[in-house]
């Protein structure tokens, strides 16, 4: 027979501890129900970025009020130009990893009538690799001259460190692009998902990024012809391939998709800002410029980029017949305002912004450059960034004399990195990755 109680070394006689156990057991249910009814609670929201908090935001489309803001222009050379030459390699897209490399993808510039598309890895210290991609050496259009820079797309990492970006290989017998997501591993080994066309065959897929359920989210157009007015897209695409497409309404056609930082997808059109949820779900539309407008698909807004929770910037682009001045604008999430801060003409006014490259420092500064359409000759004029101050100044950061200005990043060591090409005395292209100092 078990006794009842035990002896302690003073001699007491204390009773067991048979209350534990239902108490124990009440405490393990209470745990279990605040942990279910967390997970229900949260089923279906986005996954935060970066520990970002959620932030409400409204539904539905909403007013939006703006203000076109003049800045002050001032001039200034930059500091500690540094350029590292990539030899015929002319880098366009850039991105940094945690390592302070920065990656690009770019081309072979004199590859004889041929594109051929590569990525490159250069060290902080200036020494490039190019690894290139295969099977994309294709013939250029017969007579016509393509726009290689435009050709080129943003580049994004995976959790697993591999890297990723837009695929295009022109299919002479069909006329057209043909597009896919590629993938590099640190190994250097390659691997692509076809992206099928849709639509007339008018095709182009033009923004990517990486959300937060760890998926590939890309922007798509099928831009149509004088019988329609083309298909517009959002992809959904697993690192496997399996795709799901998102069709938007027509006309407003998509060209950049960013991951905000409440976890939710951002995009722009020709006439809006949109927020979007992970299951496809368009929740908030930002109109900007009047919304979105049938009679100008080239005019609209790209590269966003958040500066904090509620402040998003981008590049406002229009043809200089609708709008003769360039701009970047600023969308604050909160007052539910867009400031528009107006740039000088460019020296070729029959050219329009295109692309901006939009970096952030640290003091809450905008640094970016332009990228006229018109082909890669109209960079001849732009041999400066732009630097739009806290205080609304604008300074013209000076670059050396015929440096021409490509995509930059902020890399981990302070500095702005960016592709550059230099025309020399024989008309000759000289490239390289070059750094500046803010």
């Known amino acids: 027979m078990r006794p009842s109680s035990m002896a302690t070394p003073s001699g007491d006689i204390r009773p067991r501890r048979t209350w534990l156990v239902p108490v124990a057991a009440t405490l393990l249910f209470v745990v279990l129900s605040a942990m279910i009814f967390t997970v229900l609670a949260h089923r279906g929201s986005p996954p935060q970025v970066g520990g970002a908090k959620p ?77 290139p991609i295969p099977d994309t050496t294709s013939s250029t259009f017969p007579g016509q001259e393509v726009d290689l820079l435009r050709r080129l797309s943003p580049l994004v990492f995976d959790q697993r460190g591999d890297i990723w970006f837009i695929h295009s290989v022109f299919d002479a017998a069909q006329n057209t692009f043909v597009y896919s997501l590629g993938r590099m591993n640190p190994t250097g080994q390659f691997t ?37 007015p083309g298909i517009r897209r959002i992809g959904r695409m697993t690192l496997t391939g399996k795709l799901t497409w998102f069709t938007l309404p027509a006309m407003s056609q998509t060209v950049s998709i960013i991951t905000g930082p409440d976890g939710y997808l951002w995009f722009a059109t020709n006439g809006a800002i949109e927020r979007l949820a992970l299951d496809g779900t368009i929740t908030t539309t930002y109109p900007i410029n009047g919304g979105v407008d049938s009679s100008c698909i080239a005019c609209g807004a790209n590269s966003l980029v958040f500066s904090g929770e509620h402040t998003l910037w981008f590049a406002d682009f229009a043809p200089p017949s609708r709008q003769p001045l360039a701009r970047i604008g600023r969308l604050d999430l909160v007052s539910r305002t867009v400031t528009y801060y107006t740039l000088p003409r460019t020296d070729n006014p029959n050219s329009f912004l295109r ?25 001849l004029h732009k041999r400066q960034f732009y630097h739009l101050l806290p205080n609304g100044t604008l300074v013209t950061e000076q670059l050396p004399t015929k440096v021409i200005t490509g995509e930059s990043v902020f890399a981990p060591d302070g500095k702005l990195w960016f592709g550059s090409a230099k025309l020399d005395s024989a008309n000759q292209y000289h490239f390289s990755i070059a750094h500046i100092t803010p």
Do not use: M
Request: aromatic share 12%; hydrophobic share 35%.
């Open 355 to 379: 692309l901006f490259t939009i970096a952030l420092t640290s003091d809450k500064g905008v640094w970016f450059n332009t990228q006229l359409g018109g082909g890669y000759t109209d960079l």
């Open 192 to 228: 692509f998902l076809p992206v099928p066309s849709f639509g007339s065959g008018n095709f182009g897929v033009d923004s990517l990024t990486l959300a937060p359920d760890s998926n590939l989210w890309f922007t798509a157009n099928d831009y149509g012809d004088h019988k329609n």
């Open 55 to 131: 932030t409400p935001f409204p539904t539905g489309t909403i007013t939006v009020t703006s203000t076109i803001v003049s800045p002050p222009l001032t001039s200034a050379p930059v500091k500690d130009y540094q350029a590292f030459s990539t030899g015929t390699y002319q880098p366009g897209q850039v991105i940094t990893d945690q390592q302070g490399n920065i990656w690009s993808e770019g081309y072979d510039a004199f590859a004889p009538n041929q594109i051929r598309e590569d990525l490159a890895r250069t060290t902080p210290a200036g020494v490039t690799t190019v690894f």
